[in-house]
């Protein structure tokens, strides 16, 4: 199951739940192969380009650690939602994907936000992406170390073949049992995601990582990564103001969900729920 290259264990989507969020338990990440088809792959690259053509490289930030982390020679994307039939209606509404995010976050909140879909295009000469966890966003839980609560939880899908050459993402499998979360690891510490387009690598928001230099003359590293953070806590990207609501009307109930069309509930703990109006689920309001 381990792939030796890597570190990372190797699952097919039939690969029963349990088993996967064993992996996931031990490593901190796994690489879930063929998660898309070539097809699919295929139409959401063809959906987006003309907007990755129009990006510039870079960050627009004047802060030299964000500059970092955004790569001088990478392109992001974001607003996927919008700009991608394929991403909406297929992407992230997949029952494999869903099945694990709901999992790993068990415990939070019923339901769960989308925090960012990027795509994240590195071109050669970028240099390694500054380690981190992404659970960062949300400083408070890192002094909790690994015993607190999987807030956020990422998806990162590989839309070109992922080399070790060309930018594959680096993970420092086991950091996320680290008990010090403030202790980002080394390079040495790190290994490849290299995966096959079409593959992805589910990651915990505990796990340290970074996306990986690209040295290669010619060739870029494209993925796409998408966050599911806990119900109550804020996303990286304003989805109810960036997607129109007349394209959320289309949507399935579990991505209106996602994006925030819906309200969060908690029955579990009988708490009476978030992101509401009147009391009521937003959804009602909108006429959803
Ligand atoms: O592009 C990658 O491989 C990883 C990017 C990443 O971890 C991030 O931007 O949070
Ligand atoms: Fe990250």
Same mark, same amino acid.
């Given at each position: 199951?381990?792939?030796?290259?890597?570190?990372?264990?190797?699952?097919?989507?039939?690969?029963?739940?349990?088993?996967?969020?064993?992996?996931? $338990?031990?490593?901190?990440?796994?690489?879930?192969?063929?998660?898309?088809?070539?097809?699919?792959?295929?139409?959401?690259?063809?959906?987006?380009?003309?907007?990755?053509?129009?990006?510039?490289?870079?960050?627009?930030?004047?802060?030299?650690?964000?500059?970092?982390?955004?790569?001088?020679?990478?392109?992001?994307?974001?607003?996927?939602?919008?700009?991608?039939?394929?991403?909406?209606?297929?992407?992230?509404?997949?029952?494999?994907?869903? #099945?694990?995010?709901?999992? #790993?976050?068990?415990?939070?909140?019923?339901?769960?936000?989308?925090?960012?879909?990027?795509?994240? $295009?590195?071109?050669?000469?970028?240099?390694?992406?500054?380690?981190?966890?992404?659970?960062?966003?949300?400083?408070?839980?890192?002094?909790?170390?690994?015993?607190?609560?999987?807030?956020?939880?990422?998806?990162?899908?590989?839309?070109?073949?992922?080399?070790?050459?060309?930018?594959?993402?680096?993970?420092?499998?086991?950091?996320?049992?680290?008990?010090?979360?403030?202790?980002?690891?080394?390079?040495?510490?790190?290994?490849?995601?290299?995966?096959?387009?079409?593959?992805?690598?589910?990651?915990?928001?505990?796990?340290?990582?970074?996306?990986?230099?690209?040295?290669? #003359?010619?060739?870029?590293?494209?993925?796409?990564?998408?966050?599911?953070?806990?119900?109550?806590?804020?996303?990286?990207?304003?989805?109810?103001?960036?997607? $129109?609501?007349?394209?959320?009307?289309?949507?399935?109930?579990?991505?209106?969900?996602?994006?925030?069309?819906?309200?969060?509930? $908690?029955?579990?703990?009988?708490?009476?729920?978030?992101?509401?109006?009147?009391?009521?689920?937003? #959804?009602?309001?909108?006429?959803?």
């Amino acid at each position: 199951m381990t792939n030796v290259a890597t570190g990372l264990p190797h699952l097919p989507t039939t690969e029963s739940l349990a088993e996967i969020m064993q992996a996931i $338990d031990s490593t901190g990440g796994v690489i879930i192969d063929g998660l898309l088809s070539a097809d699919q792959v295929a139409r959401f690259n063809r959906e987006i380009d003309p907007h990755i053509n129009e990006v510039h490289s870079g960050s627009s930030s004047s802060n030299a650690d964000v500059q970092a982390f955004h790569g001088a020679q990478t392109k992001r994307l974001t607003n996927l939602v919008t700009l991608s039939e394929t991403f909406r209606t297929e992407i992230i509404d997949n029952d494999v994907v869903h #099945a694990i995010a709901r999992e #790993a976050l068990r415990g939070t909140y019923d339901d769960y936000w989308m925090g960012t879909a990027q795509v994240i $295009d590195i071109g050669p000469g970028n240099r390694a992406q500054p380690h981190h966890r992404d659970m960062e966003n949300y400083p408070a839980f890192l002094e909790l170390g690994p015993d607190g609560p999987e807030v956020i939880c990422n998806f990162l899908i590989a839309l070109t073949d992922f080399t070790e050459e060309n930018g594959a993402t680096r993970v420092i499998p086991g950091s996320h049992k680290w008990s010090d979360f403030e202790n980002r690891g080394t390079p040495e510490q790190t290994v490849p995601a290299t995966m096959k387009t079409g593959d992805a690598l589910f990651f915990s928001g505990k796990l340290a990582h970074g996306g990986g230099a690209n040295t290669t #003359a010619a060739e870029r590293r494209r993925g796409v990564a998408f966050t599911f953070n806990a119900g109550y806590l804020v996303p990286e990207e304003a989805f109810p103001f960036t997607v $129109d609501l007349a394209l959320a009307r289309t949507l399935t109930p579990r991505v209106q969900q996602l994006l925030g069309f819906r309200s969060f509930t $908690d029955n579990a703990r009988g708490n009476p729920g978030l992101w509401q109006n009147n009391y009521d689920n937003i #959804a009602a309001f909108l006429g959803l």
